[in-house]
Nanobody, 118 residues
């Protein structure tokens, strides 16, 4: 009932920037929180940043000071601004959303590839 589509990934040199977008469609009401995760080759998926409905945001310590998460007024799009990219940021970045209407539901996007070269 809720679809998440990521965009904005690509190839970038170390020190460069990318801006990821995640557009939610379908049952976009009652979304409690959205987040970005990433998974590098051979690694487990890790949380990168979160944005809750009350406007609070958090970023992981590994990217703090370089990444920023934000949401639009409709709360159906979440962004991840990535600056000063490092090769270790190379991963597939996944959008996540959770909502509670009649029941709690969690949704994942299909991911967008970010590759940082040195």
């Amino acid at each position: 009932q809720l679809q998440l589509v990521e965009s904005g990934g690509g190839l970038v040199q170390a020190g460069g920037s990318l801006r990821l977008s995640c557009a939610a469609s379908g049952s976009v009401w009652s979304i409690n929180a959205m987040a970005w995760y990433r998974q590098a080759p051979g690694k487990q998926r890790e949380l990168v940043a979160t944005a809750t409905s009350n406007g609070r945001t958090n970023v992981a310590g590994t990217v703090k000071g370089r990444f920023a998460i934000s949401r639009d007024n409709a709360q159906n799009t979440v962004f991840l601004q990535m600056n000063s990219l490092k090769p270790e940021d190379t991963a597939v970045y996944y959008c996540y959303a959770e909502r509670q209407a009649g029941s709690f539901q969690a949704y994942w996007g299909q991911g967008t590839q970010v590759t940082v070269s040195s």
